[in-house]
């Protein structure tokens, strides 16, 4: 599902950065912000980075799945915090900056991705709102310590809720076929 829904995101907002700018090339990438070897993805110079830096389970729609005569765990519904990254180190800082505010503007533009608004996004997907989630300076360095690269301007999104279900059948249920009251037995 993941690797479904994000593309599709990068997607409309690359679609949007071209018409804004009149780019040919896409200036937004899904890729990691760093490789495991510590450096920057050559693909990623001058470029938006969007990158899936964390994820949290919505525990507030938990409820156990029962249709008919079968029993299923609930869906797992997921939170995504979503990075986006500005890494324009061929170009002036302010080119970083304008892209930054395009992106923030797409989504404040598009809060809420649903198959109906987004070509692409699959039929599964009820819909996704996104946010901005604020940091402080101490969990911001923690963020970019963790990922172990140097901060460069990015904004946090959340995208709630992608949902995850694989409908495997945990029991089966007889059906009721009849209803009755007990019989009572007498003492006589």
Same mark, same amino acid.
Request: aromatic residues 8%; neutral net charge; charged residues 20%.
């Given at each position: ?6 593309? @599709? ?6 679609? $949007? ?17 760093v490789? *495991?070897?510590?450096s ?13 830096v964390?994820m949290?389970?919505e525990r507030?729609s938990?409820?156990?799945? *029962? *249709? /008919? !005569? ?5 869906p797992v519904?997921? /939170?995504?915090? +979503?990075?986006?990254?500005?890494? $324009?180190?061929e170009t +002036?800082?302010?080119?970083?900056? =304008? $892209?930054?505010?395009? +992106?923030?503007?797409? $989504? ?15 039929? !599964? @997907?009820? =819909? ?5 989630? /604020?940091?402080?300076?101490?969990e911001?360095? /923690? ?40 019989? @009572?037995?007498?003492? !006589?």
């Open positions: 599902m993941l690797q479904h829904v994000l593309p @599709v995101i990068v997607e409309e907002l690359n679609n $949007f950065l071209k018409r804004r700018f009149q780019e040919r090339e896409a200036k937004v990438i899904l890729s990691d912000l490789k *495991q070897d510590g920057v993805p050559a693909a990623g110079a001058n470029k938006i980075i969007c990158s899936l964390n949290e389970q507030t938990l409820s156990f799945g *029962q *249709q /008919n !005569s079968v029993k299923t765990n609930p519904n997921l /939170n995504l915090y +979503v990075l986006f990254a500005a890494y $324009f180190p +002036v800082y302010e080119e970083s900056l =304008k $892209f930054l505010s395009s +992106v923030i503007g797409f $989504f404040q533009g598009k809060q809420v991705f649903t198959p109906q608004n987004t070509p692409g996004l699959s039929a !599964s @997907v009820q =819909k996704i709102a996104v946010e901005i989630t /604020n940091l402080t300076f101490h911001q360095s /923690n963020l970019w310590a963790t990922l172990g690269a140097k901060y460069i301007p990015s904004v946090l999104l959340k995208m709630r809720m992608i949902t995850i279900t694989e409908d495997m059948i945990l029991e089966e249920i007889p059906e009721i076929t009849e209803v009755g009251t007990p019989k @009572v037995h007498s003492g !006589s």
